[in-house]
């Protein structure tokens, strides 16, 4: 494994591969982050109001891209993200996690994020900028 710093602008880090969306995971979330909001939960509520089906929690979404950096912690940490969401998880769903360098700054690597599903549709987009540790 290379390290994070001996990235090249353009280069992107490993991709990892979230295993199927379950209910049984959506309901640790939900218990975890306090977020009960039944379109996550309850398949009818979901359709009631207007959904296809159950949709993840976004911010499982968001949370699960640190993943990307894991590797690299001994290295640094991940000093700020940002993110917008472009789609919905359902469950089923596999969500590919990807980040490229698009900056060097001295200590801090700028990385494009994405979270993509098996269909290749981006479901979230932004930046995560990772301080190198000195």
Known sequence: MNTIEQLKVGEGIAPVQLPPVTPD?????????????????????????????????GMWTMGNLTKLFTPYYEEGFLQDYQIRFR?????????????????????????QVSASNQSGADVLKGKAIFRLAQ
């Open 87 to 111: 789609g919905m998880v359902f469950l089923g769903d596999i969500v590919t996690l990807q980040a490229k360098l698009e900056s060097k700054d001295d200590q801090l690597l700028t990385f």
């Open 25 to 57: 995971v959506l309901v640790q979330y939900a218990e975890a982050s306090g977020d009960h909001n039944p379109i996550h939960l309850d398949e009818d509520e979901a359709k009631r109001l207007g959904l296809p089906g159950i949709i993840a929690h």
